[in-house]
């Protein structure tokens, strides 16, 4: 059984950087693409970020290019997401979320999800 579970999260003032960190603490998922999600109260959760099982390839969201950077190592149990120059409009639950395939596509959703960790960023 799959449980991922995120850390890092925390309170920033704006331009600053945290990273987020999700292992599996069940099952590796080292064959599996990894990726990042958001959620602000009351829309809907949108992708941020993903990268593939060897880490070789990642994809990001307009919204956070330039600014965050995904990594892991390959054969690695862990996927972490570097946030810098923080906006207040990047305050959301991140999510982690593990996919069945080993690389991302936008037209397959996550298998598994972690519980998120709140970042929240101040003006």
């Known amino acids: 059984q799959v449980q991922l579970v995120e850390s890092g999260g925390g309170l920033v003032q704006a331009g600053g950087s945290l990273r987020l960190s999700c292992v599996d603490s069940?099952?590796?998922?080292?064959?599996?693409?990894v990726g990042w999600f958001r959620q602000v109260p009351g829309e809907e959760r949108e992708f941020v970020a993903a990268?593939?099982?060897?880490?070789?390839?990642?994809h990001y969201a307009d919204s956070v290019k330039g600014r965050f950077i995904i990594s892991r190592s390959k054969g690695a149990n862990m996927v972490a997401l570097q946030m810098n120059s923080l906006k207040p409009e990047d305050t959301a639950v991140y999510y982690c979320?593990?996919?069945?395939?080993?690389?991302?596509?936008?037209?397959?959703?996550?298998?598994?999800w972690g519980q998120g960790t709140q970042v929240t960023v101040s003006s």
């Open positions: 069940r099952r590796p998922f080292t064959n599996n693409a």
């Open positions: 979320a593990s996919f069945i395939r080993p690389y991302y596509t936008s037209n397959v959703g996550p298998k598994y």
């Open positions: 990268i593939s099982w060897d880490g070789g390839n990642s």
